[in-house]
C-alpha cells in the first residue's frame, strides 16, 4: 500500500511539473529558434506585420509603429529592438496597448514567428509580413 501510495504521489508531482510548462520551454523544446537583433531587425523594419489575432502594424524605419488592433481600432506607438533581439514597445496612443518587450522566436514546426512575453507566455503568431505599408497606416 505504501508503494502505491509514493507512486501516486509521484505520478501528480509529474503531472503538475508538466502542466507548469511555459510557452516559451515548450519552444526551445522543439528546437525553435530565438532570433537576436539582427534577424528581428530583418523581420520587421520597413514591413506590415499581421498576427493570429487579426492585428496588423507597419513598423517604419524611425521605431513608430501604427496600424489597426483585431477590433478595427488604430494604435500607434514606438518600438526597438534591444541588443538581445528583444521587440520593446512603448508610448502607445491606446490605454489598453501597455509598454512590454517580447521574444521573438522562430517555430520550426509550424514556420511561424512567435513573440513571447515575459511570463514565458505567447502573445503574438505573426502569420503573415508584407514589404512596406500597403494599408498606408
Known amino acids: 500500500m505504501r508503494k502505491l501510495i509514493v507512486l501516486f504521489a509521484a505520478s501528480v508531482l509529474a503531472l503538475t511539473v508538466t502542466a507548469c510548462k511555459t510557452d516559451e520551454s515548450a519552444l526551445r523544446d522543439?528546437?525553435?529558434?530565438?532570433?537576436g537583433a539582427r534577424e528581428v531587425k530583418e523581420i520587421l523594419v520597413g514591413n506590415t506585420v499581421t498576427a493570429?489575432?487579426?492585428d496588423t502594424y507597419y513598423f517604419d524605419r524611425g521605431g513608430v509603429v501604427i496600424g489597426k488592433g483585431s477590433y478595427g481600432e488604430k494604435n500607434k506607438g514606438n518600438w526597438n529592438i534591444t541588443q538581445e533581439g528583444q521587440l520593446c514597445f512603448s508610448n502607445w496612443n491606446a490605454n489598453f496597448a501597455?509598454?512590454?518587450c517580447y521574444k521573438v522566436f522562430f517555430d520550426n514546426v509550424s514556420q511561424?514567428?512567435?513573440l513571447v512575453?515575459?511570463?514565458g507566455d505567447v502573445k503574438y503568431t505573426?502569420?503573415?509580413i508584407v514589404t512596406g505599408n500597403p494599408n498606408n497606416f
Do not use: E, F, W, Y
Not at 522543439?30 to 532570433?35: F, G, I, Y
Open 30 to 35: 522543439s528546437s525553435s529558434t530565438l532570433l
Open 112 to 114: 511561424q514567428r512567435k
Open 52 to 54: 493570429a489575432n487579426g
Open 98 to 100: 501597455p509598454s512590454a
Open 126 to 128: 505573426v502569420i503573415n
Open 117 to 119: 512575453d515575459g511570463n
